[in-house]
Structures are given as C-alpha cells and as structure tokens.
C-alpha cells in the first residue's frame, strides 16, 4: 500500500476510499508542531479528493496521541495549533473516526472527540486531566463531552481530571465501539457504514445540575479558580449546544495559565518528578536486592506496612512479642487487603497472593534471613535503639535496618548497631497502606546503596518517596510540630481551638491543629502514672477525653465520627487558663492564620538551610500528599516564596 508522506511523522495510506492518517511520533505521540501540520494536511487530502469517502485517525507504537507537546508551552506555539486543528476537524464535510489505543489525555483525547466517531481497543485510557495543572480543556473538550455524554458525565471527567477506561468510555456515550481484535480493521469498517448523527440537544435541566454538583462538592470546588470556569462552560455547552465555545474555552485557558493558582499546580506537578533525581548518589549506585522484609510490631503502622509491601511482591515476616497483637496485626491486614478487592484496588487472585506472602512470628529470630526489617514499635528511642541491637545480632550482615519513626535520631539507633552504614528512616505516614509518602531518612552513615534500595522500594509499593536528613521530625513532623506548638500558645492565649481550626481549614488544609490530635488520639505518649494535669493533654486523658477513638476529645463526635464544638472540653481549657495565667498574651482571631502559619515557615527557612531537605519543593511534596497541603497553594517553600 503506497505511503504518502504528510509530515516528517504522519503519512497517509489510502485503503478502499478511505483516507488512513497515520502518525509516529513516539515515545508517546503528543501533539507537536510536526504531527499538527501532517493532521492538517491530510485533512486538506481528505478534503481535496473525490475518491475518499473518509478517514480514520490512527499512531503508531504504544499510544494514541497522549497530548499537548508540553515544551511549546514557555513559547511561541507553531501553526496550525491544536485549537485550530480541532476546529478544522470538526468542520470536515467528510466522516473521520479515531482508533485509540494505550492513552488518549489532554489534547489527544480533545482531538478524538472532535471526530465523527470514535473506536478504542478494551485497555485503553482516555481523559481530560488539565484540571490537576489549574487549567481547562481549551480545544473544544468541555462542549465535546457536554454534547455526547452529558452535564453529569462533564462535571465528573473535566472537574476531576481522572483517567476513564474504554467500556466507561462506551457506555457513557464517549466513544461509539470498543475493537475486540484489530483496531485498524474496525475502525475503517465503522468510517465505511457511519450512520448520520442528529444534532446535538439543549439539556433543559442544566441549571439544576450544575446547582447540585456545587452543593455537593463545596469543599472541593471552595477558592478554586479552574473549576468555576469548567462550570460555565460546560452549562454553557449544554444550554446552547450549537455554540462554538472555542474562543471562550481558549480565553479561559490563557487566564487560568497565568494565574498563580496554575503556576503552583504546575509547581507541583514539576516537584513531584524531580523526586527521582537524588544528586548526593553516584551514578553508578546500584540498588540492593531485597526479596523478605521483617516488620516489627504488628499494630497501626506496622499492619499497614505489611499489607503494602505484600501488595507489592515482598515476602513479609510481621513480628510481635505479644500474642493478642500479633493476631490483631494479622487480621488487620487481612482486613486492609479485603477493602482493597471491595474498592476495586485489587482483584481476589491478587488478594490472595498477597496474603500467602504473608507470615506471622512472635520472636525477632525469626527475621534472621529478612533482606530488610522495618520496625513500627512504640516511639521511644530507648525502646528502638534496644531493638536495633538485638537485630543487629539477630540479622544476616547484609540486612538493611529501617525505622519508621516519625521524630527520633536515625544516628542515635544506627550507632547501637554494627553495621551504621544499613541503617536509615522509612517513614511512612499514617494509614500507610492508604497515605502514599513515604519519607527516606539518611543518617550519616548511610551508604549510597541502602539508599537507594529505599528508594527502589519505595517506588515499587507506589509511594511517592521524599529523601530527606536526619533531624528531630525530618520535613513533615519538624514543620507539623512548629504549627501544633503555635496552636497551642494561641489556645493558652485565649483563642478557641474551634476558631483556630477553622483558620486552618479556611486556608485549605483539610483538618486544623486540633482536629488532627484528635484523630491522632490525645493519649499518644501519655504517663498514665505520671500524669499530674501540667499540659493541656494531661487535663483531657484525665478527664477520659482521648480524641475521636473514644468520642471525647477537643470536640464530641457522634457515632459517625462528626465533631461538634464541645462545652465540656471548653470547661477544661478554660479552668487550665485560670492556673496558668502567665501564659496569656494576645490571640487577635484575624490574626491566628498568621500565627498559625508564621512559624511554619521559619522550620521551612531552617529545613532548606540546614540541608535537609534537597530542595525547597521537596518541601511542598512532603506538606502536600503527608497533610493535605492544597496543590493549587503550592505547599509551604512555594507559600514563603521559594520559586
């Protein structure tokens, strides 16, 4: 079949009277400046020729056109541009179907819906995800999407950026077949026989959805700048269907990309892939194989440790002295693992492998052969540092010894040990099989090749991992205990722990100083025996106020686990104010984000200062995904100005 070239990476072939436009642009075939003036010109061809009858759109390698060519965007874009391809798709007098395959995101997928019809193979993806960068689809996606599948369809792909697959696609209307054997040979048999398309219908009933999906997204949708504009848009869509909402869509986007809003997701998006680059090892550095880990302590953490790295192919050997533990630990992860299949996170054949690379043990010797041991015990490092020396007589010379501290010295437990050089932190944060990061500690002892078998590891169980120093609290904890001090001397001030809270979570945080020591439980690292009311926490386990686990804490909470301000916590608070007035001072309510915040960016200054942290936007990634930092804020470092 002859080859008739377009472009330096799309060609057309002609099959039957029907126009194959056909682009390699690999490794992914996004949409650059050469693949846009082959689409055009074949459009052009499609057009010019009265033998074709229409087109099919079709990539080679692994993927349809996965989207935008990101490096034109710091540029002068090259004619023709997307949107203006797009629009000249969408006006072809002639049919054209697109043949998806691997992903379709972004630009791609805006290009495919602007066809006559669309056909993808079962394991395609397809999505709009420019919502996660605080930008819009600004080809024609929003209408597109609006027209074919719906105002409801619209506010769920566009406003969440979420990758669908092939049979959601169909069913929702977004794509028309899905090609069970060859793609290329279905997608010219449905441009041979497309039936005509009536044209798209006003939805009557727009308004009242749209209503609907802000009531019941408020906190999502609160100082978002992005989502508002998606909203009129895809009202606008499906009120005046005929419009060309091209020009608006392309307007919004050019707002939304320079506002700061854009900038820090983009921020982050960045932050987030530079993870991977860690200056401080040789090039050469290999990782270590690690095929068993021993998890020490079979509680919280350690249950969710375990039941991550079973997930991700690793033998497990979860240790606990204690009996009741041990079991409760065992059948904690069988829990987890069992609300995975129900989430649709795994199916039963992997839940099932994974618990078969699961055992229990109650003595530490029974880790002798483990690659690697984490230990999740109580957060004393008296208690640690004694573990690690019975591991490090215990263990094979080769093993790695982790901590999952969350505060306490790595150099302090590595030094009770032989072997300083395979000892490091592995913080996972809590609940570790749900949370995705996972902080590396290097000591400063730690060998380049224990480092990056963390590393490894951490990306093998999907974790987003953070190399940070060994300081007290590392990056997340030592900027979180800065902010929970604040709050504290603000409460002693005067201020209400409701009112502090709601400064925090006005700001975009999803839970503020107190509502997270509940959570965390208020008897954490609570002397039962030596208890004598001199701290705030004190006064509340004496009082049997022990957080959300038992209904008391700051706030009472029902049997849903809903907080409501609670007069009783107030009565305590204000009775430990009257025996303590020295510690009044001045608790301005306009004032408290900026109490709040103020010493939460000192520790960032003190953190990038003292080389804990690689970079400043490690920084954001640690605040972001451990406590809820908004993305389109940027995190701490962007928020005191580390650009």
């Known amino acids: 079949?002859?080859?008739?070239?377009?472009?330096?990476?799309?060609?057309?072939?002609?099959?039957?009277?029907?126009?194959?436009?056909?682009?390699?642009?690999?490794?992914?075939?996004?949409?650059?400046?050469?693949?846009?003036?082959?689409?055009?010109?074949?459009?052009?061809?499609?057009?010019?020729?009265?033998?074709?009858?229409?087109?099919?759109?079709?990539?080679?390698?692994?993927?349809?056109?996965?989207?935008?060519?990101?490096?034109?965007?710091?540029?002068?874009?090259?004619?023709?541009?997307?949107?203006?391809?797009?629009?000249?798709?969408?006006?072809?007098?002639?049919?054209?179907?697109?043949?998806?395959?691997?992903?379709?995101?972004?630009?791609?997928?805006?290009?495919?819906?602007?066809?006559?019809?669309?056909?993808?193979?079962?394991?395609?993806?397809?999505?709009?995800?420019?919502?996660?960068?605080?930008?819009?689809?600004?080809?024609?996606?929003?209408?597109?999407?609006?027209?074919?599948?719906?105002?409801?369809?619209?506010?769920?792909?566009?406003?969440?950026?979420?990758?669908?697959?092939?049979?959601?696609?169909?069913?929702?209307?977004?794509?028309?077949?899905?090609?069970?054997?060859?793609?290329?040979?279905?997608?010219?048999?449905?441009?041979?026989?497309?039936?005509?398309?009536?044209?798209?219908?006003?939805?009557?009933?727009?308004?009242?959805?749209?209503?609907?999906?802000?009531?019941?997204?408020?906190?999502?949708?609160?100082?978002?700048?992005?989502?508002?504009?998606?909203?009129?848009?895809?009202?606008?869509?499906?009120?005046?269907?005929?419009?060309?909402?091209?020009?608006?869509?392309?307007?919004?986007?050019?707002?939304?990309?320079?506002?700061?809003?854009?900038?820090?997701?983009?921020?982050?998006?960045?932050?987030?892939?530079?993870?991977?680059?860690?200056?401080?090892?040789?090039?050469?550095?290999?990782?270590?194989?690690?095929?068993?880990?021993?998890?020490?302590?079979?509680?919280?953490?350690?249950?969710?440790i375990a039941t991550v790295l079973a997930t991700a192919g690793f033998n497990v050997l979860l240790c606990d002295s204690l009996a009741t533990g041990l079991q409760r630990g065992l059948q904690a992860v069988a829990d987890n693992l069992a609300g995975a299949v129900r989430r649709g996170k795994m199916d039963e054949a992997a839940r099932a492998a994974a618990l078969s690379r699961l055992s229990g043990h109650a003595e530490p010797e029974a880790l002798a052969g483990a690659d690697l041991v984490i230990e999740a015990v109580f957060e004393r490092l008296d208690v640690k540092t004694a573990l690690f020396a019975r591991l490090d007589a215990i263990c094979k010379p080769q093993t790695i010894l982790a901590s999952n501290t969350s505060f306490l010295d790595i150099d302090v437990m590595a030094a009770a040990t032989g072997r300083p050089d395979r000892v490091l932190g592995m913080h996972f944060f809590s609940p570790a099989h749900v949370m995705r990061l996972l902080e590396v500690v290097r000591g400063a002892k730690t060998s380049p090749e224990v480092i990056r078998t963390a590393v490894d590891m951490g990306q093998r169980m999907q974790k987003i991992t953070v190399c940070v120093g060994n300081c007290h609290g590392f990056i997340g904890n030592r900027i979180l205990l800065a902010r929970q001090t604040a709050a504290m001397e603000l409460l002693l001030a005067g201020a209400s722990p409701y009112d502090i809270d709601r400064a925090m979570t006005g700001f975009g945080l999803p839970m503020g100083p107190f509502q997270m020591a509940d959570l965390a439980g208020l008897d954490v690292g609570w002397d039962r025996d030596g208890s004598a009311g001199r701290s705030m926490e004190e006064v509340f386990c004496e009082a049997g106020r022990f957080g959300m686990k038992n209904g008391l804490g700051y706030y009472d909470y029902d049997e849903k686990g809903q907080g409501r301000p609670s007069t009783d916590a107030m009565a305590l608070i204000d009775a430990f104010r009257a025996r303590h007035p020295e510690k009044l001072r001045d608790a301005a309510p306009e004032a408290l984000l900026d109490h709040l915040l103020e010493p939460m960016l000192e520790q960032v200054d003190a953190i990038i200062g003292e080389g804990i942290a690689l970079r400043p936007s490690d920084i954001d990634v640690v605040w972001v995904h451990g406590f809820g930092w908004p993305r389109w804020k940027g995190g701490p470092a962007w928020h005191r100005g580390y650009r």
Request: aromatic share 4%.
């Open 1 to 304: 079949m002859q080859k008739i070239p377009l472009s330096a990476s799309v060609h057309a072939e002609i099959r039957d009277g029907i126009l194959l436009i056909i682009t390699d642009n690999p490794p992914v075939n996004v949409l650059s400046a050469d693949v846009r003036r082959g689409l055009m010109a074949g459009f052009d061809l499609l057009e010019s020729r009265e033998d074709l009858r229409a087109a099919v759109l079709l990539c080679e390698g692994k993927s349809f056109f996965a989207g935008a060519d990101m490096t034109e965007f710091s540029g002068e874009i090259a004619m023709p541009d997307l949107p203006a391809l797009i629009t000249r798709l969408s006006q072809l007098s002639r049919p054209v179907v697109a043949a998806m395959h691997g992903t379709a995101l972004g630009g791609g997928f805006e290009l495919a819906l602007a066809a006559s019809a669309r056909v993808a193979v079962p394991t395609a993806g397809m999505g709009l995800p420019e919502v996660t960068l605080g930008l819009l689809p600004a080809g024609g996606g929003i209408a597109q999407v609006t027209r074919l599948a719906g105002v409801e369809v619209a506010l769920d792909l566009v406003l969440s950026g979420r990758r669908i697959g092939a049979e959601e696609a169909r069913q929702s209307g977004l794509i028309d077949q899905i090609a069970e054997s060859d793609l290329r040979e279905a997608a010219t048999a449905l441009a041979a026989a497309l039936p005509v398309r009536a044209g798209p219908k006003a939805d009557p009933d727009a308004a009242r959805k749209i209503a609907e999906y802000r009531r019941r997204n408020a906190a999502k949708l609160a100082g978002r700048d992005a989502p508002e504009e998606i909203l009129r848009l895809v009202e606008m869509a499906a009120q005046e269907p005929d419009r060309d909402q091209g020009p608006e869509a392309r307007e919004a986007f050019f707002r939304l990309e320079q506002g700061e809003q854009s900038r820090a997701l983009r921020h982050v998006f960045a932050a987030e892939r530079r993870l991977k680059d860690l200056p401080f090892l040789p090039a050469e550095t290999q990782s270590m194989p690690v095929a068993t880990v021993g998890v020490v302590g079979a509680g919280t953490m350690g249950s969710g």
